[in-house]
């Protein structure tokens, strides 16, 4: 059983915790000096706190295959954070550990005198790390490393359009099975072939002199 504890709302991610801390302690004390695992992890789940929660568990001995606990093992849940583990492991057996995605820079038109007479296209693949997180926060970086690829390729001012091509995926922009209430979310934001900032804005309201209007301010700049 594996807990993604840092997805887990409170006190969810608690009970991961617990739960954890259970299976090891039962694993490395001697069972005269303590309760069963079972009962121990009954404890856990028949928590009051936890009494509108559904829960599957499943925990197993990998060295020996023996089942150690069991709860609703056969019921069907909708999965969380766990199916990350299920898609990681198809793009790594499809893709491999060295993919990386190509955003591709073309233009229409000619190219005289370091000018650009055309559109410039920039073709997405579904790259997701166009933005700030892997940049130490410099949300426009990779842009800044487009326009120097530009110039290296002699172009200074293009006098034409930046188009984006996001077409390679289709059009449904939401999982058909996507929660309703998740969607004002960042982790629900719409599939795109050609992402920004993981098709987010952050968007701050701050109150100011009672009866006046909030101040309102938003990251990425000019969204």
């Known amino acids: 059983m594996k807990f993604d504890v840092g997805a887990l709302p409170r ?28 009962t121990q992890v009954d404890a856990i789940l028949n928590d009051s706190a936890f009494v509108d929660a559904h829960w599957g568990v499943h925990l197993v001995n990998l060295d020996t295959g023996q089942t150690l606990y069991r709860r609703n093992a056969e019921k069907l849940f909708i999965p969380a954070s766990t199916q990350k583990l299920l898609t990681t492991a198809a793009a790594l057996d499809l893709l491999g550990p060295g993919f990386a995605y190509e955003t591709r820079l073309y233009h229409d038109g000619r190219v005289e005198g370091g000018v650009l007479t055309g559109n410039l296209i920039v073709e997405g693949t579904g790259d997701p790390t166009i933005g700030g997180r892997y940049t130490d926060g410099d949300k426009t970086a990779t842009f800044r490393a487009w326009a120097e690829a530009l110039r290296a390729q ?3 001012r293009i006098t034409g359009h930046v188009l984006g091509d996001d077409d390679v995926f289709d059009e449904t ?11 004002p979310f960042y982790y629900a934001a719409e599939v795109s072939g050609l992402n920004f900032n993981e ?14 209007p909030t101040r309102i301010t938003w990251e990425p700049a000019m969204t």
């Open 11 to 38: 006190p969810y991610a608690a009970l991961g915790l617990a739960l954890l801390f259970t299976l090891y302690s039962s694993l490395s004390t001697p069972a005269a000096a303590q309760p069963s695992l079972t």
């Open 173 to 183: 922009v939401l999982g058909p099975s996507w929660s309703w209430d998740d969607l």
């Open 154 to 156: 002699g172009i200074t």
């Open 199 to 212: 098709g987010t804005v952050e968007l701050l309201v701050e109150a100011t002199t009672p009866g006046r």
